[in-house]
T-cell receptor, first 112, second 115 residues
Framework: EAGVTQSPTHLIKTRGQQATLRCSPISGHTSVYWYQQALGLGLQFLLWYDEGEERNRGNFPPRFSGRQFPNYSSELNVNALELEDSALYLC???????????FGQGTRLTVV | AQSVAQPEDQVNVAEGNPLTVKCTYSVSGNPYLFWYVQYPNRGLQFLLKYITGDNLVKGSYGFEAEFNKSQTSFHLKKPSALVSDSALYFCAVRDRAGGYNKLIFGAGTRLAVHP
């Protein structure tokens, strides 16, 4: 069974540009979570999608947005990129709202 | 609001010795608790979870964790540490109250096992 897949693996953007990160959950999982992990730091919760709807949002500015598609895959969009947006962005999926989440390998976003 | 605390930034252990990585939590209802491990430049790997039942939970790679409701703790343990256990460990919690709830992570504890 395929795990959570994220693309691209690495992404380099310049300040002010937009970045789109993609996530495919494990087959059958309806919940998708996005986290930001800055270098050497913990995971900061960004967004939670379940059954196609945004269920919860972390303390991030509106230029961080996303969506979940009918097949439960998800996109994270970051507009007007800033240098401090450079981080590892992790996507996770879970089968149930109270189950364990399984993580992808992440997208390393570098803003220069 | 739900929260997780990992009071130690780093834990140093000699190979073969027992290890403990501490975690305390705060939720409004009953918790679902999880431990994850992260190796360099990788995503998180699920180790174990507590939902209900026996307070001692066994997980992957010989790890176990003990749920203590009175102390609101969920410490990760292993009887004999390996050098390959060196990694970043995260505790996480879901609050059952309210239905829809996100998974909240602690800040992480770096485990260094020395030969």
């Amino acid at each position: 069974e395929a795990g959570v897949t994220q693309s691209p693996t690495h992404l380099i953007k310049t300040r002010g540009q937009q970045a789109t990160l993609r996530c495919s959950p494990i087959s059958g999982h309806t919940s998708v979570y996005w986290y930001q992990q800055a270098l050497g730091l913990g995971l900061q919760f960004l967004l939670w999608y379940d059954e196609g709807e945004e269920r919860n949002r972390g303390n991030f500015p509106p230029r961080f947005s996303g969506r979940q598609f009918p097949n439960y895959s998800s996109e994270l969009n970051v507009n007007a990129l800033e240098l401090e947006d450079s981080a590892l962005y992790l996507c996770a999926s879970s089968l149930a709202r109270d189950g364990e989440a399984f993580f992808g390998q992440g997208t390393r976003l570098t803003v220069v | 609001a739900q929260s997780v605390a990992q009071p130690e930034d780093q834990v140093n252990v000699a190979e073969g010795n027992p290890l403990t990585v501490k975690c305390t939590y705060s939720v409004s209802g009953n918790p679902y608790l999880f431990w994850y491990v992260q190796y360099p430049n990788r995503g998180l790997q699920f180790l174990l979870k507590y939902i209900t039942g026996d307070n001692l939970v066994k997980g992957s790679y010989g790890f176990e964790a003990e749920f203590n409701k009175s102390q609101t703790s969920f410490h990760l343990k292993k009887p004999s540490a390996l050098v390959s256990d060196s990694a970043l460990y995260f505790c996480a919690v879901r609050d059952r109250a309210g239905g829809y709830n996100k998974l909240i992570f602690g800040a992480g504890t770096r485990l260094a096992v020395h030969p």
